[in-house]
């Protein structure tokens, strides 16, 4: 079964500095979808970024990139320029690549709480 | 065009009573998921339905949850005997269709209390 590790309980950067959020994964397979979701205090969950396993390519957006390592099965989110309002927790997930059935549901790790100071 | 709605936001029960938990997926959306997320942990997948289908229910608990995705009208997350262990979010996502390229869309969850 496929597991998701988010080593971090918390993290704390300063307001415009660049913070990194770590997340390891364990799978067998060799196609699959992975994901930061992320949830302020509304609990509205957020898709922030996602990559497939396929794309050697890192994975941008805006000032949100992933660092993805296939091989060490290490997928992590830095974040560019914090912001205040980027204080959330952050949610790393898993989703096979696999069609249909019951491979389609995500699995996500414990999250990071992330606090940005001013 | 409406995101994923979930009603109630919050819900109260007393042991022994039976939570529903309403999800109407956004429009165009015929595939749903809903997963549970407790105090300090993160989400974990409960059941898979497509209309009038249940696909997966590999993680719902094997008495008193059950779910229903009608061919009209919201899915539903019932629980029956609440116990205070089900006090949890409650969050469920729609999909427009079973390839795992498709995103999955969140409600806002509903915060169930069993006091």
């Known amino acids: 079964a496929q597991t998701v590790t988010q080593s971090q309980p918390e993290m704390s950067v300063q307001e415009a500095e660049t913070v990194t959020l770590s997340c390891t994964y364990d799978?067998?397979?060799?196609?699959?979808?992975l994901f930061w979701y992320k949830q302020p205090p509304s609990r509205q969950m957020i898709l922030v970024i996602r990559?497939?396993?396929?794309?050697?390519q890192n994975a941008t957006e805006n000032r949100f990139s992933v660092n993805f390592q296939k091989a060490a099965k290490s997928f992590s989110l830095k974040i560019s320029d914090s912001q205040l309002g980027d204080a959330a927790m952050y949610f790393c997930a898993y989703r096979s690549a696999n069609y249909g059935g019951s491979q389609g549901n995500l699995i996500f790790g414990k999250g990071t709480k992330l606090s940005v100071k001013p | 065009n409406a995101g994923v709605m979930q009603n109630p936001r919050h819900l109260v029960r007393r042991r022994g009573q039976e939570a529903r938990l309403r999800c109407s997926p956004m429009?165009?959306?015929?595939?749903v998921y809903w997963y549970r997320q407790l105090p300090e942990e993160g989400l974990k997948f409960m059941v898979y339905l497509q209309k009038e289908n249940i696909i997966d229910e590999s993680g719902m608990p094997k008495e008193r949850f059950s779910a229903e995705f009608p061919k009209e009208g919201p899915s539903i997350l019932r629980i029956q005997q609440v116990v205070r262990g089900d006090s949890a979010a409650y969050f469920c996502a729609s999909s427009p269709g079973a390839s795992s390229y498709n995103e999955q869309f969140f409600g806002p969850g509903t915060r169930l209390t069993v006091l």
């Open positions: 429009k165009g959306h015929s595939h």
């Open positions: 990559q497939e396993a396929y794309k050697q």
């Open positions: 799978t067998s397979e060799s196609d699959y979808y």
